[in-house]
């Protein structure tokens, strides 16, 4: 991982996009593009954990250069095991952020308040 690889989710479903626009045609960030490619033709996207996340991320917020949306790229999008809705413990302390030593009890095994 080098300093300038991309950390957030939203910076990684950039990424993403400027990956598969390539695949669609001239773009400034790849100066060669590939011998097969997608003929303008949407995509099946299939991702497992962050992955989604970041296939969400890249669906919601990325236009590619001819000016459409990223989510106009995507024919299908399947995801395995993303949180889409976060982890119960990470939601647990977002719920109550000041009860830190709950969520760390919890962790521990000291506490089986949280329904998982």
Not at 3 to 12: F, K
Not at 30 to 41: A, E, H, Q
Not at 47 to 53: R, V
């Amino acid at each position: 991982m080098n300093a300038s690889d991309p950390t957030s989710v939203r910076a990684l479903g950039n990424a993403l996009g400027d990956y598969l626009q390539q695949w669609y045609g001239i773009s400034p960030l790849v100066p060669v593009c590939p011998l097969y490619p997608f003929n303008g033709r949407p995509v099946v996207i299939l991702a497992h954990s962050m992955g989604g996340l970041v296939a969400r991320s890249m669906m919601e917020y990325y236009s590619f250069s001819d000016g459409t949306a990223g989510d106009s790229k995507v024919s299908l999008l399947i995801t395995l095991a993303t949180p889409h809705h976060g982890t119960p413990v990470a939601n647990e302390y977002y719920d109550d952020p000041l009860d830190v030593d709950k969520v760390v009890n919890w962790l521990l095994g000291y506490e089986s308040q949280f329904c998982l």
